[in-house]
């Protein structure tokens, strides 16, 4: 079973910000969260991974409260081509990571 | 362009056929991965290699065949296939067992 539980589906709006919100309450010490993307009939895309507090790049950030039980997604200004799956991961080895159903947005014009 | 290529990008097969799945990595990567992602089921992992040594088999049934000949290249050899195989099979690649996973774009299987 996944670690990690978010919203099954989430619209918005283009220009909007987007936030999407990952519960972990059983996050381990040495875990870190990890978000992907995925657009339909094409392989997962590595978004941002994150220990603690916040970290940002060029596409997203991703905002980690001190307890670490939750995490954010915030994509700023999306467009209709950020229309896709979102996965929040949770664990300590990327390649034992453990998938859920992730969260299907829909961004509207 | 992920760095990570699958070929062919769709293949149908009989349950009786042997085809393979192809990947080539460019990106200087040192562990491979094939995953399986079935319609309405999470992403599951399927067998992982490390410097050309498998590492992982996640109890994947015998009729899926890995070969990793180098670290670019993974081979996923099929055989006497069933319906409920057909799926997209994704390859990915990671500098290390550690790092972050970079996934190619998926061979869609239909098995007839």
């Known amino acids: 079973l996944a670690k990690t539980t978010q919203p099954i589906s989430m619209d918005s709006y283009e220009g909007q910000e987007v936030n999407i919100t990952c519960s972990h309450n059983?996050?381990?010490?040495?875990?870190?969260i990890t978000w992907y993307q995925q657009f339909p009939s094409q392989g997962p895309r590595f978004i941002i991974q994150?220990?603690?507090?916040?970290v940002t790049n060029e596409v997203a950030s991703l905002f980690i409260p001190a307890d670490r039980k939750s995490s954010t997604l915030s994509l700023p200004r999306v467009s209709l081509s950020d229309t896709a799956v979102y996965y929040c991961l949770v664990g300590d080895s990327n390649y034992q990571l453990i998938w859920g159903a992730g969260t299907k947005l829909i961004i509207k014009p | 362009e992920t760095g990570v290529t699958q070929t062919p990008r769709h293949l149908v097969m009989g349950m009786t056929n042997k085809k393979s799945l192809k990947c080539e990595q460019h990106l200087g990567h040192n562990a491979m991965y094939w995953y399986k992602q079935s319609a309405k089921k999470p992403l599951e992992l399927m067998f992982v290699?490390?410097?050309?040594?498998?590492?992982e088999n996640n109890s994947v049934p015998s009729r899926f065949s890995p070969e990793c000949p180098n670290s670019s290249h993974l081979f996923l050899h099929l055989h006497t296939l069933q319906p409920e195989d057909s799926a997209l099979y994704l390859c990915?690649?990671?500098?290390?067992?550690?790092?972050?996973?970079?996934f190619g774009e998926g061979s869609w299987l239909t098995v007839v």
């Open positions: 059983n996050i381990a010490t040495n875990d870190y």
């Open positions: 994150g220990y603690k507090t916040k």
């Open positions: 990915a690649s990671s500098q290390a067992l550690e790092n972050t996973i970079y």
């Open positions: 290699y490390s410097l050309e040594e498998r590492v």
